[in-house]
């Protein structure tokens, strides 16, 4: 139900910025130093399949402002969708939190129309935010891992040290990106959610989009073979983002993938960035956390992933014009 006087609508590329302040204004209260930005929400809005005038919200409340901002993105299409949404830290207690679930349950409603009888539902939640963590859960969604943010502090560098044989060298554009996107999934068979891992022609269309810089792509050679690859980005701040970092199973324990950090690290450095940070599965079967622990990482923030299979029977008696049509 949407409170009175409140507006719910689709977004346009106008209303970026006031929902990027809605997104900030959320974190703040979450977490110490915010670092959304608008160009983060421009790259979730050029995902393929993602439609914003069918795969996203904003509410209004009666002033015009933004109060609230949800999305859905058929990571798998039809099978696996990644949820997220936000409430402005001073509209809580008015219901969005509920609104917008429902707007994201109806949107997956819609995916049952391609013949499957269920689909899986994930929404990633700030380790903080307790009220929607008991929303979910209120809603059926079970909680099933949590996610570490990671940060070093940028101080006196540390050249890397390179395993025996091994070179390092960024990605040159043009000659390197299928050897980059076969080592990284090849390194993830097992991880968690691997079965999603995206096709080599959907992930190359998204690379076109990014504006991103390959001197911050770097690629691990043992002689000829792509052995290790690390995926960095500037942040708008100046700071640091390693997006993936990944070796292959045959090539792990050898110092391959803290080489790959410290030559991330030393760039972003030389570029005058402060620190860096990343993101990992705190239950990673590779021991990743221990491996950034080691690089002199240390935890900064913590998210829960949350899932929910969405069945077509359920859907039918909450949403019974939509589901299967």
């Known amino acids: 139900m949407i409170p009175p006087g409140y507006i719910v609508r689709r977004p346009t590329a106008e209303d970026a910025p006031a929902i990027t302040a809605c ?15 608008v160009t983060e929400l421009e790259d979730e809005w050029s995902r393929p399949r993602f439609d914003v005038e069918s795969d996203a919200w904003i509410v209004l409340d009666p ?24 409430v402005h830290p001073e509209q809580r207690g008015r219901g969005l939190g509920s609104l917008l679930v429902d707007l994201m349950e109806e949107r997956a409603a819609d ?34 891992r949590m ?3 990671m940060v070093i502090d940028l101080g006196a560098p540390r050249p890397p040290i390179l395993p025996a044989g091994i070179s390092i060298a960024p990605l040159r554009r043009g000659f390197d990106e299928r050897d980059f996107y076969d080592t990284m999934k090849a390194s993830f068979t097992v991880d968690f959610r691997f079965s999603e891992f995206h096709p080599y022609d959907e992930w190359a269309q998204r690379m076109a989009l990014w504006d991103f810089d390959p001197s911050l792509w770097w690629l691990a050679w043992d002689q000829e073979q792509p052995v290790g690859v690390l995926e960095g ?9 390693v997006k993936n970092v990944a070796v292959r199973p045959s090539h792990r324990r050898r110092g391959v993938a ?29 021991r990743a956390t221990a491996l950034y622990e080691r690089s002199g990482m240390t ?8 899932r929910k299979e969405f069945r077509a029977e359920s859907a039918l008696r909450q949403f019974p014009t939509r589901a299967g049509n």
Do not use: M
Not at 63 to 86: F, K, M, N, R, T
Not at 113 to 142: C, K, T, W
Not at 233 to 241: A, K, S, V
Not at 259 to 277: D, M, N
């Open 111 to 144: 995916h049952f129309a391609f013949g499957r009888g269920q689909v899986l539902l994930h929404n990633v939640v700030a380790g903080p935010d307790s009220n929607a963590q008991r929303l979910l859960e209120s809603r059926g969604y079970e909680r099933v």
């Open 63 to 86: 002033s015009g402002a933004v109060a609230g901002y949800a999305s859905v993105w058929d990571e798998i299409p039809h099978q696996d969708l990644s949820c997220d949404a936000v």
């Open 147 to 149: 996610f570490l943010r």
């Open 258 to 286: 803290a080489a790959l950090l410290a030559s991330c690290f030393g760039e972003f450095r030389a570029r005058g960035a402060k620190k860096v940070s990343l993101g990992v599965d705190s239950l990673n079967p590779t």
């Open 233 to 241: 980005r500037p942040l708008e701040d100046g700071d640091g983002w």
């Open 23 to 37: 997104v900030l204004a959320f974190e703040k209260a979450c977490f110490s130093e915010p670092d959304f930005s």
């Open 299 to 306: 935890p900064e923030r913590s998210y829960h992933f949350y």
